[in-house]
């Protein structure tokens, strides 16, 4: 054990110095990043180039037939994914919507584990997996309902087996958990996959998850994506053990992969898919990937974290990666790249149209859905809300509120 | 099918286990999941021989983790299963507290109606039976508050068995505080009369000059108290609420405007509890029927106290006997 890595065991704290405390956390911080990466399940590099090596062989069989198409397929997806974010990114600015969490470094992670699910798998979101939803083939305007403020959802999760996105930090991987749960005990051969991100893997439930999908055999993937951040506290702060280690302690395989690296995503998560289906239980998958963006719309990253950093993770963009890769390989022509950009540009659009075509709910809204059998207090509280509403009609009807504009 | 079926007497807690049992026979979704209840029948043994029964993969031992309880009772239910989970006591349902005000009261709303969530939590609650901390407590109130749920609470052996049928086939989450004092308690059960709806309001004795309204474990407390006040020549009226969320105001007016006087009695703190939203929608719904201020009878704003201290913090006969007193006196 090196000095360093002793160093991170044991942050020391000499006396009185409060200075030396934050050369030892930056230490430490250099040190978990520069031991994770020799862990990483690799299959193309950052230049483009196929990786054959003993760690990732036995994933690499998972893509072995892969065809030029489907490797364009990939290519746009992650493009149009890119797009759509930019554009909800655009909106939020012009004040379209209320905030936005971007993707914008990890459609790799989202696109490559979200083409891995067969269609009766079903998926448990976070608030941040717009690619995985467009693998699933949600309409990407409905994923801006909530972000715009008019319905707290905007598509119907059976339709596409792919549930609302999740605010609370964590909790649906215990939805993912008990959906599994009940997958085996109907006997179907589908999977689960549940997304969720490094600081979520300090929450209870994601813990409970595991223990409970451990403890049952189920049939779920957790996927989680490690961008490196979890708004302003890094991976760190979280933990003091790669992530993909933690599965270990449950029972169940873990393991990590390049996140910015699509084909490896793929690969590794269909493995992990069919040890769901063949009864093997749960795995855990980290896509170790970086956020290039800010956390959300709302944070500010240039308070905490370096130039430097993002800039060191551009030279890996995902999409950067398999266009050299395609171009080298000569899958492509300048017309694919060109239309492309002419889809991207369409798909802009119509989501910008969309979005301001968007109406407000209904006010009366407000009171659907609550209960699915009813409830007396809703009714009630119904009634005099619609009572309230009406008077406004009376007043203006016998112009006492004329021009009040409500209605 | 049950067997042609007459009455039973019953204690409470067997009555919900003869309803458990009924739900599992009767449809293969539903599945019983919680801590203990599998061999050992729960810690009050209200899943007794469920799991001989109908086996491990139907009545499911859990790991000791609550928000896992309800949180995969919640993707158990999106599956389309319907899980009745049991929080071993009162005071541990917290860790599963944000996946039922977060989670499980909300995804039917969010969904736009497309997803239900049919589970039922069933919270052993209350005091009076000597037990350590957070044993004893009354949290309903914390629920109520809680849109999308339903909370209740049944007072006796037949409406155990029958609410618990009810709440199991209700497409909305139903929190199920059982009155744990009264679990051996015996009573009347008759598996082929269908009662009333779950939310309906009972009267459980006729009467005239005040009204006591109550739930779960303090409606036999309140009858008590009538009995002892008919000796002195008053005649109370009791109402047993058995549901909290949604509440039936109709049926506490319509008795309130008779007996003109009110007193709310539970075991929960009296500061923010379900009294006070009674006093409140009573008073505004019977100002002018009403001869005294509502009264409530209930819990200190304090820790619930060690159990040699429990009879002092709970509503006793006295306690229920001095608030039915100080509204004659108006
Ligand atoms: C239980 C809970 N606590 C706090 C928050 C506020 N919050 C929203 S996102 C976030 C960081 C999440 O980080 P991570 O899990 O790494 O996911 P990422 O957004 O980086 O993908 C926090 C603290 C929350 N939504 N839920």
């Not at chain 1, 409905?142 to 596409?160: A, E």
């Not at chain 2, 009858?223 to 909290?244: C, F, M, P, T, Y």
């Amino acid at each position: 054990m090196t000095v360093e890595s002793t160093a991170a065991r044991k942050p020391r704290r000499s006396a009185g110095s409060k200075a030396g405390t934050t050369g030892t956390e930056r230490t430490t911080r250099t040190t978990a990043r520069k031991a994770a990466e020799p862990e990483l399940v690799q299959l193309l590099t950052p230049e483009g180039k196929r990786v054959k090596n003993a760690k990732n062989a036995e994933y690499a069989k998972y893509v072995a037939g892969i065809t030029p198409e489907e490797l364009r397929g990939l290519y746009r997806d992650m493009v149009l994914t890119r797009r759509f974010d930019a554009e909800a990114t655009a909106l939020q600015r012009q004040g379209e919507l209320g905030l936005w969490a971007s993707l914008l470094g990890q459609e790799a992670a989202q696109i490559g584990s979200g083409r891995a699910l067969r269609d009766d798998d079903y998926v448990f979101p976070t608030y941040r997996e717009h690619g995985v939803a467009w693998c699933r083939g949600v309409d990407p305007t409905n994923l801006l309902g909530m972000f715009r403020g008019v319905n707290n959802g905007g598509w119907d999760p059976n339709g596409n087996n792919f549930h609302l996105y999740t605010i609370v930090i964590g909790s649906q991987t215990l939805h993912a958990t008990g959906y599994a749960m009940g997958v085996a005990k109907d006997g179907a051969d589908s999977a689960v996959i549940a997304y969720f991100g490094d600081g979520a893997s300090s929450q209870g439930d994601v813990a409970e998850s595991f223990t409970f999908s451990a403890v049952y055999n189920a049939p779920v993937v957790f996927f989680c994506q490690n961008n490196q951040w979890a708004i302003s506290e890094p991976t760190e702060k979280q933990t003091r053990v790669p992530l993909y280690q933690r599965a270990q302690g449950y029972g169940f395989p873990g393991v990590r992969v390049d996140g910015n690296d699509v084909l490896a995503c793929l690969a590794v998560t269909r493995w992990a898919l069919d040890r769901a289906r063949d009864g093997e239980g749960p795995t855990l998958v980290e896509a170790y990937t970086y956020r290039m963006g800010a956390h959300t719309t709302s944070d500010d990253p240039t308070k905490y974290r370096a130039d430097e950093e993002r800039e060191a993770w551009e030279a890996k963009d995902p999409i950067l990666r398999l266009r050299r890769h395609l171009e080298a390989s000569n899958h492509t022509d300048e017309g694919f790249f060109a239309e492309l950009e002419a889809e991207s540009e369409a798909l802009g659009r119509r989501v910008r149209e969309a979005v301001r075509a968007m109406p407000d709910p209904d006010r009366f809204a407000i009171f659907e859905h609550v209960y699915a059998d009813g409830h007396a207090l809703v009714d009630e509280e119904r009634a005099q809300f619609a009572a309230y509403q009406a008077s406004f009609a009376t007043e203006a009807e016998s112009g006492f509120a004329a021009g009040s504009g409500d209605n | 099918m049950a067997e042609t079926v007459t009455s039973k007497n019953l204690a409470l807690a067997k009555a919900i286990n003869e309803s458990l049992r009924r739900a599992l026979e009767e449809d293969p979704k539903v599945l019983i999941m919680g801590e203990d209840v599998g061999k050992l029948g729960g810690v009050f043994r209200v899943t007794d021989g469920l799991q001989k029964d109908f086996g491990e993969s139907r009545v499911i031992d859990t790991p000791l983790a609550e928000s896992g309880i309800v949180g995969t009772a919640i993707g158990l239910a999106l599956r389309g299963y319907r899980p009745v989970v049991e929080i071993q006591f009162d005071g541990f349902v917290f860790p599963a507290y944000d996946q039922i005000v977060t989670q499980l009261a909300k995804m039917h709303a969010r969904s736009l109606g497309k997803v239900k969530l049919p589970v039922v939590v069933r919270i052993p609650y209350g005091g009076g039976i000597g037990a350590v901390e957070h044993h004893s407590e009354s949290p309903e109130a914390l629920f109520a508050h809680v849109s999308g749920l339903k909370i209740v609470s049944p007072s006796n052996a037949s409406d155990a068995y029958w609410m618990m049928q009810q709440a199991i086939q209700s497409d909305d989450p139903v929190i199920f505080f059982e009155p744990k004092r009264r679990y051996w308690d015996k009573g009347e059960v008759n598996p082929e009369a269908i009662p009333g709806p779950l939310h309906r309001a009972q009267v459980v004795r006729e009467g005239t000059d005040l009204t006591l309204v109550a739930y779960g474990p303090m409606v036999k407390l309140c009858q008590e108290v009538a009995a002892a006040a008919a000796e002195e020549g008053k005649n109370l009226e009791i109402l047993d609420l058995r549901s909290v969320s949604p509440l039936d105001f109709d049926a506490i007016q319509t008795s309130v405007e008779k007996t003109r006087r009110l007193v709310v009695v539970h075991e929960a703190p009296v500061f923010f509890g379900s009294g006070a939203e009674i006093a409140a929608r009573i008073t505004e719904r019977c100002f002018y029927h009403l001869e005294a201020p509502v009264l409530r009878v209930g819990g200190y704003h304090a820790p619930y106290p060690p159990a040699r201290l429990e009879e002092e913090y709970l509503p006793g006969l006295d306690r229920v006997l001095d608030a039915v007193d100080r509204a004659l006196a108006y």
